[in-house]
């Protein structure tokens, strides 16, 4: 597509992407992105997984291990909260490669711990990396392919959080035997700085966040070139994302008067669902073993209710570009919701409880998954970062939250179906609250074709 070099001439970004066939270069960025969150995945994980080996070693109790196992997830709270704004203002390329090599080399120095306190801190700072590095990922991808096809293509990316977490636990059983638990936050360190390097020279810069920042016409013309496979001479831009929106910074934006509910309720329903997410990741080996599982049941029904996180991403993600997403998104909270209070209700019954666990997983990864991509379409370019990233921090929260609560609900006395039954409660929380902010969205897209129908001179 070969566009005249006219002061008249005015491309609408989005639309051209929309109009192009998914070319190499959307799937090398695809590609790019899809490491970047597999990394993420391994570092994530790799705690959990050096667990074990690290307190025989070392002489631990899990109470004295539990800063380590939460070093990493507190720290991505305070990582995504600062990590939006700053994409919003300086660019989502350099803060990603700024967050890849921040939880590489952190990863990579933890190599070195000599003290549970030394472990803790360095896992606190690689949590600051992998909480910066996953909205930013999830906006550069999101603000580069065709609007029918985002729901599925995000999707797919975040694909590579349980293909990274996987990793690390193959990694883990062939390293630790054979070269000690430090061996895995060697790999985990090492990968993610060879992929800066990579991003470096491949990873362009968001082409809508070029825009809205008035880079020079030729840097956004030769990627849009690369995209559409020919020359592309445009000499004015502009994104069809509405108006009133340039004035605020990207945090006060977030919170106007024209998305703060929207944002208050996407930030309670991923908040509810990571809480579900985390207390049953955290504790349901426990709680199994406690109702008479044995040990080996535990850890086999607990490793179903992640394994079906691709396929529910994959379906979730081609539901939405195709009818309501935030319907699809609900009804997988609102399954999930179902399908606990189920299991909450079954005593003995092994087989079914671990069936079960698996479809409830397949929900809930899904709809989690899915939830940046409604975020996505939600902020315009430039609070899109800051967007995406407070839902992932305030989420976090909820993990955090949920991983004490289970503690606490043990403490009490609570069994397996009286924890798993109420875990229904936030889930349809979650439901209810993205049935609202959708109902909102509309209201507010009816006022404004009422208010454009009223203006002077309209028909």
């Not at 270069?25 to 990394?39: E, G, K, P, R, S």
Request: proline residues 4%; aromatic residues 8%; hydrophobic residues 50%.
């Amino acid at each position: 597509m070969s566009l005249d070099n006219t002061p008249s001439e005015v491309l609408d970004v989005q639309d051209f992407i929309d109009q192009q066939r998914f070319s190499p270069y959307q799937w090398l960025i695809l590609a790019l992105c899809f490491l970047i969150v597999a990394a993420d995945g391994f570092d994530t994980a790799a705690a959990g997984f050096v667990a074990p080996a690290l307190a025989k070693e070392w002489s631990l109790t899990w109470v004295q291990l539990s800063p380590v196992l939460s070093a990493a997830l507190i720290g991505s709270v305070g990582g995504a909260l600062a990590a939006g704004p700053l994409a919003d203002q300086i660019g989502r390329k350099r803060v990603l490669v700024g967050s890849v090599v921040t939880f590489g080399a952190l990863s990579l120095a933890s190599v070195q711990a000599t003290s549970i306190e030394a472990l803790a801190l360095f896992r606190l700072g690689c949590g600051i990396g992998l909480g910066a590095a996953m909205p930013n990922a999830t906006t550069m991808i999101s603000e580069y392919v065709p609007a029918k096809h985002r729901g599925l293509l995000v999707n797919v990316m975040f694909c590579g959080f349980t293909i990274g977490a996987s990793a690390g636990g193959f990694a883990a059983a062939l390293l630790i035997p054979e070269f000690g638990w430090r061996s895995v936050f060697f790999v985990g360190g090492v990968v993610p700085l060879l992929l800066a390097v990579v991003l470096l020279t491949c990873l362009p810069e968001s082409v809508r966040f070029m825009v809205t920042m008035s880079w020079p016409a030729a840097s956004i013309n030769k990627v849009l070139g690369r995209i559409s496979g020919t020359p592309v001479e445009a000499s004015r831009f502009k994104l069809s994302e509405g108006t009133g929106v340039a004035k605020h910074t990207p945090v006060l934006l977030i919170m106007s008067k024209r998305y703060r509910k929207g944002t208050l309720l996407l930030w309670l329903t991923y908040f509810m669902g990571l809480l579900v997410y985390f207390l049953l990741t955290s504790w349901l080996p426990t709680l199994l073993k406690d109702s008479g599982t044995t040990l080996k049941q535990a850890s086999l029904i607990t490793a179903l209710f992640p394994l079906g996180g691709g396929f529910g991403s994959v379906v979730c993600g081609y539901a939405m570009d195709r009818v309501n997403a935030h319907r699809v998104v609900a009804a997988a909270y609102m399954l999930t919701g179902a399908l606990l209070w189920g299991i909450g209700q079954l005593t003995g019954e092994v087989v079914l409880i671990g069936m079960l666990i698996f479809v409830a997983g397949t929900c809930l990864n899904g709809a989690q998954v899915s939830m940046p991509v409604i975020a996505a379409d939600f902020y315009p370019t430039n609070g899109r970062a800051s967007g995406i990233a407070w839902m992932l921090g305030t989420g976090r929260i909820g993990g955090i939250v949920g991983s004490m609560a289970g503690a606490n609900f043990l403490q009490a006395g609570l069994g397996l179906g009286a924890i798993v039954s109420m875990l229904a409660i936030p889930s349809f929380i979650a439901a209810f609250a993205l049935l609202m902010k959708d109902s909102l969205v509309n209201k507010h897209s009816q006022a404004s074709v009422i208010s454009e129908q009223l203006k002077p001179g309209s028909e």
